[in-house]
C-alpha cells in the first residue's frame, strides 16, 4: 500500500525557518513529480512548490526567494525548507504526488495526498 507521510510542522517566529518531509512508501516505481500546497482556514488549497524528478522547480511568486523544495529520490522524499516566513505562511501544508506503484502483477498509477502538517507563523 502506498502512501505519503509528512513530518516538520510546528509553530515559529516571523522570520524564522522551518523544513518540512514528506516520505512516500510502499511499491513505488517511479514520481515523475512532487509537490507541496497549503490550505489557509477559509481559503482554498494553493500550490507552493513542485519538483520533477529531473530536478525542475517552479514556486508560487507568494514563495519565491524564500522556500526551496529538492527531492532525494533513491529516499522517494520530497523536502520544503522554508526561511523568512511570515504570519501569512500560516497554513497546513500537504504533500502531493503522482506514483507510479506495482500492484497485481502489474504497474498503477495515482495520485496521494499526505495527511497535511500545521505550520503556524506567529511572535
Known amino acids: 500500500q502506498v502512501q505519503l507521510v509528512e513530518s516538520g510542522g510546528g509553530l515559529v517566529q516571523p522570520g524564522g525557518s522551518l523544513r518540512l518531509s514528506c516520505a512516500a512508501s510502499g511499491s513505488i516505481r517511479s514520481i515523475p513529480a512532487m509537490l507541496w500546497y497549503r490550505q489557509a482556514p477559509g481559503k482554498q488549497r494553493d500550490l507552493v512548490a513542485r519538483i520533477f524528478s529531473s530536478g525542475s522547480t517552479n514556486y508560487a511568486d507568494s514563495v519565491k526567494g524564500r522556500f526551496t523544495i529538492s527531492r532525494d529520490n533513491p529516499k522517494n522524499t520530497v523536502y520544503l525548507q522554508m526561511n523568512s516566513l511570515k504570519p501569512e505562511d500560516t497554513a497546513v501544508y500537504y504533500c502531493?504526488?503522482?506514483?507510479?506503484?506495482?500492484?497485481?502483477?502489474?504497474?498503477?498509477?495515482?495520485?496521494?495526498w499526505g495527511q497535511g502538517t500545521q505550520v503556524t507563523v506567529s511572535s
Open positions: 502531493n504526488a503522482d506514483i507510479i506503484y506495482y500492484a497485481d502483477s502489474s504497474f498503477r498509477a495515482k495520485n496521494y
